[in-house]
């Protein structure tokens, strides 16, 4: 069973502060990675992809991969409250010819005024 | 470009019955993932179609099962419903089937059974 462990939360930061969210995945042959945001009661919503080992920048958001590590991380930099929801990693499986993903639990972060 | 639709919004079913769901892909995309969502946890995937054949299937009993159509849109059908069925059910539609590619979800059909 392919896992994605994310940092359990919930993280709390300061508006205008950096939030980091964490992830490790168990599969080393995963070759796409991404972050969904998913506001409460409502569906996921993608907001990064990453392939390759590195940085990755969109906007105020920045996906970090290292896949020696199988770590891949999420920053949030001058953080809104806007951006209070969830945030989940998905892993692609390249195991199979499918597109299926794994996901984390989520990690539940608030950010206050 | 329309995005990922579902119908419908909710639905309260009792134990035992059976129901379908409903998934309008986005335009351009081929193929249509189902995942269900329990509260507090993480999508996890059912099944998805491409070109109107399954394509693989996770860990869900043989009462799940789902349809594609030529126009690319799905349906997912839970026969003899369980409590435990309770959940948030999304689809997400990509481009091909292929794991590179991303996948976009539609807003989801909040099950609840009684």
């Known amino acids: 069973q392919k896992e994605v462990e994310q940092n359990s939360g919930p993280l709390s930061v300061p508006e205008g502060a950096i939030a980091s969210l964490n992830c490790t995945y168990s599969d080393r042959g995963s070759q796409s990675f991404f972050w969904y945001r998913q506001y409460s009661g409502k569906s996921p919503e993608l907001i990064m992809s990453?392939?390759?080992?590195g940085d990755k920048e969109d906007g105020r958001f920045t996906a970090q991969l290292n896949k020696a590590s199988q770590y891949v991380s999420l920053l949030i930099r001058d953080s809104q409250p806007s951006d209070s929801a969830t945030y989940l990693c998905?892993?692609?499986?390249?195991?199979?010819?499918?597109?299926?993903?794994?996901f984390g639990r989520g990690t539940q972060l608030t950010v206050w005024p | 470009e329309t995005g990922v639709t579902q119908s419908p919004t909710h639905l309260i079913k009792t134990r035992g019955q059976q129901v379908t769901l409903r998934c309008s892909s986005q335009?351009?995309?081929?193929?249509v993932s189902w995942y269900q969502q329990a509260l507090g946890q993480g999508p996890q995937f059912i099944f998805q179609?491409?070109?109107?054949?399954?394509?693989g299937r996770g860990n869900f009993p043989p009462r799940f099962s789902g349809l594609q159509f030529p126009n690319y849109s799905s349906e997912l059908n839970v026969n003899a419903l369980e409590l435990d069925d309770s959940a948030l059910y999304l689809c997400?539609?990509?481009?091909?089937?292929?794991?590179?590619?991303?996948?976009?979800f539609g807003p989801g059909t909040r099950l609840t059974v009684l």
């Open positions: 998905a892993v692609n499986d390249r195991g199979s010819t499918l597109g299926r993903l794994y």
């Open positions: 335009s351009g995309h081929n193929t």
């Open positions: 179609y491409y070109r109107e054949e399954e394509n």
């Open positions: 990453i392939y390759s080992n």
């Open positions: 997400a539609s990509s481009p091909d089937p292929g794991g590179y590619d991303e996948q976009f």
